[in-house]
């Protein structure tokens, strides 16, 4: 059905179809040696190599193979050919053109027939419909991975958060735990003092440094000739570890120290 010159007539060469100037302006894609057409049929040469190079131009051609005529299809006034090209997958595919309006011949059109500026606009509407589909596509991958990274920082902030809690919680748990040794150590230091008077007796706030946790505690007493005597005792600990130091001293002396105007009480 597709032999390329059916027994009526000749394979093609440059020298019977065109001339030198002829060949040189025809599409590089295309060799006037893969073209072959039966004798009777050779005036229709220009509009076959018009054709071959529509389909050596169609983007899914990586290499022109052949073209042929369409011998139960043509007939001396109208002519089809039939053009074979190799994509870039290396699958050979065939086009039909009609020999005079050099449009695609295709079944599966509603008229049969597509024109070659046609196909090449369906070709950039699937290619746009493809860059919108893989947008699509890419703005819900983009939006799951931000909603997993919302997800991920939430969780993180709240794993962070119980953390920090905890760190709290054991920290008051120790700071508890050294102002009960601060308590029982201090009244033993004084066990001896006459008339004793604890003026702090609920745990004050320590002040904290990076190097330590202390608490102030006040409290009065009396000497052997009933004068009045005010303390304040300072309680030291490390920022870590239960070891506390005690250390004891006129009020009105840390008063004065750390405010020169500071009343005594």
Known sequence: ?????????????????????????????????????????????????????LMAADEHCAEFLSGDLNIDESTLTHPVFRYQCRDSAGQTYRWHIDGQSLE??????????????????????????????????????????LERQQVAAEREAERL???????????????NRLWQKCQAQLALQTDDMIGREWLTETQPAPTVTPERVRFAIDFNARNLNDQALKYRAFCDAETEGETVAIEIHPRALVQAASSPEAKTD
């Open 161 to 175: 958060k119980r953390e920090q809690l905890l760190a709290e919680q054991k920290e008051q748990a120790r700071r």
């Open 1 to 53: 059905m597709f032999v390329a010159n059916l027994g009526l007539g000749l394979t093609l060469t440059l020298a019977l179809t065109m001339s030198t100037a002829q060949a040189q302006s025809a599409n590089d894609d295309v060799d006037v040696h893969q073209l072959h057409l039966p004798h009777t049929y050779l005036r229709y040469l220009p509009s076959m190599l018009d054709g071959a190079r």
């Open 104 to 145: 695609v011949m295709d079944d599966t059109r509603a008229d049969g027939r597509i024109s070659f500026a046609e196909l090449t606009a369906e070709y950039e509407q699937e290619r746009e419909l493809a860059r919108q589909l893989a947008a699509e596509r890419q703005a819900k991958i983009d939006a799951l991975q």
